[in-house]
């Protein structure tokens, strides 16, 4: 079956502009996980949303990111204001529920640019 | 808060030779779950095994197998008879098995370069 996939794969954007990373999970799977992935680091955790609502929105780095998932399904990140340093790939990750017995299963990514 | 390092940022081995990637982790939790990912050029990360903080058992998958310490919270993967498609950056992570906590908590990762 059809995996997580994100959309655009790449993105180049000027400082300063408004910026939307979708994700699209998995059919079925009701947790959804963001992370960004900076120039050789691990991914770390921005939020996880269980269903609609956003369970833990504590890796979110200031006010300019913000993320939605109104269905319970696609979800987007949205940056605001973008900043030389926000370039970085940004992952998605969707599980059947959420707990750490549920694995989380990744999309290609979205490689964000900003010039 | 929990932490995992990897001190190796780049290791290479002889094709279908044994190699062992290190990780050590910090954490006060009790239980919790550890896992080795591997990431190709094609950014996507892929389980490669897991282990729960409660098995004492060392988890093994095919040419995949971890060595747990949990006294000394050490991780290392061993991959053996290295294949070329093993080529990657592989992380060392950690997932709470605690409360709300649901998030992956990963390393810097080691690259790995398979020699033909």
């Known amino acids: 079956g059809a995996g997580v996939s994100q959309t655009p794969s790449n993105k180049v954007t000027e400082k300063g502009k408004y910026v939307e990373l979708r994700c699209d999970p998995i059919s079925g799977h009701t947790a959804l996980y963001w992370y960004r992935q900076s120039l050789g680091q691990g991914p770390e955790f921005l939020i996880y949303?269980?269903?609609?609502?956003?369970?833990?929105d504590s890796g979110l780095p200031n006010d300019r990111f913000f993320a939605v998932r109104p269905e319970g399904s696609v979800s987007t990140l949205k940056i605001q204001r973008t900043e030389r340093g926000d370039s970085a790939v940004y992952l998605c990750?969707?599980?059947?529920?959420?707990?750490?017995?549920?694995?989380?299963?990744f999309g290609p990514g979205t490689r964000l640019t900003v010039l | 808060a929990q932490t995992v390092t990897q001190s190796q940022p780049e290791m290479s081995v002889q094709e279908a030779e044994t190699v062992t990637l290190s990780c050590t982790y910090d954490t006060s939790e009790s239980d919790y779950y550890l896992f080795w990912y591997k990431q190709p050029p094609s950014r996507q990360m892929i389980l490669v095994i897991r282990?729960?903080?409660?098995?004492?058992q060392n988890a093994t998958e095919n040419r995949f197998s971890v060595n747990f310490q949990k006294a000394a919270k050490s991780f290392s993967l061993k991959i053996s008879d290295s294949q070329l498609g093993d080529a990657a950056m592989y992380f060392c992570?950690?997932?709470?098995?605690?409360?709300?906590?649901?998030?992956?908590?990963f390393g810097k990762g080691t690259r790995l370069h398979i020699l033909p």
């Open positions: 990750a969707s599980s059947l529920s959420r707990g750490p017995y549920n694995e989380q299963f």
């Open positions: 282990q729960e903080a409660y098995k004492q």
């Open positions: 992570a950690y997932r709470s098995a605690l409360g709300r906590d649901d998030k992956i908590i």
């Open positions: 949303f269980q269903g609609t609502g956003a369970a833990d």
